[in-house]
Nanobody
Framework: VQLVESGGGSAQAGGSLRLSCTVS????????MGWFRQAPGREREGVAN???????TYGDSVKGRFSFSRDNAKNTLSLQLNSLKPEDTGMYYC?????????????????????????RGQGTQVTVSS
């Protein structure tokens, strides 16, 4: 399984970026998949995720500004970042649960992002200046 993020970069506050995550080798019908971010000196923060029922969940700090989607045909996860704020700065990672992960049955609460057994990419940096 491989997850590769792309699309990060720099933007002004109020601007937009689009992140993509190409997923290969992941063929499970039960899962949690999504994005989290990490900034220096700050705790890991769940940004958005989707479960195998197609239910989307967003973090409170990004609701109404970010949009998460999954394209099964292209095996990609996309994250549209609008109305960016300096506090959105950080490394953004896409992740997916291992098969039979207990988080799947729990409805994919954001705490699953902290599971060291997850598949995850190397991250892409987002920097927002004021």
């Amino acid at each position: 399984v491989q997850l590769v993020e792309s699309g990060g970069g720099s933007a002004q506050a109020g601007g937009s970026l689009r992140l993509s995550c190409t997923v290969s080798g992941y063929n499970y019908d039960k899962y949690c998949m999504g994005w989290f971010r990490q900034a220096p000196g700050r705790e890991r923060e769940g940004v958005a995720n989707i479960d195998d029922y197609g239910r989307l969940t967003y973090g409170d700090s990004v609701k109404g500004r970010f949009s998460f989607s999954r394209d099964n045909a292209k095996n990609t996860l996309s994250l549209q970042l609008n109305s960016l704020k300096p506090e959105d700065t950080g490394m953004y990672y896409c992740a997916a649960t291992r098969p039979r992960s207990l988080w799947i049955g729990a409805g994919c609460p954001f705490s699953w992002f902290g599971d060291p057994l997850n598949y995850r990419g190397q991250g892409t940096q987002v920097t927002v200046s004021s």
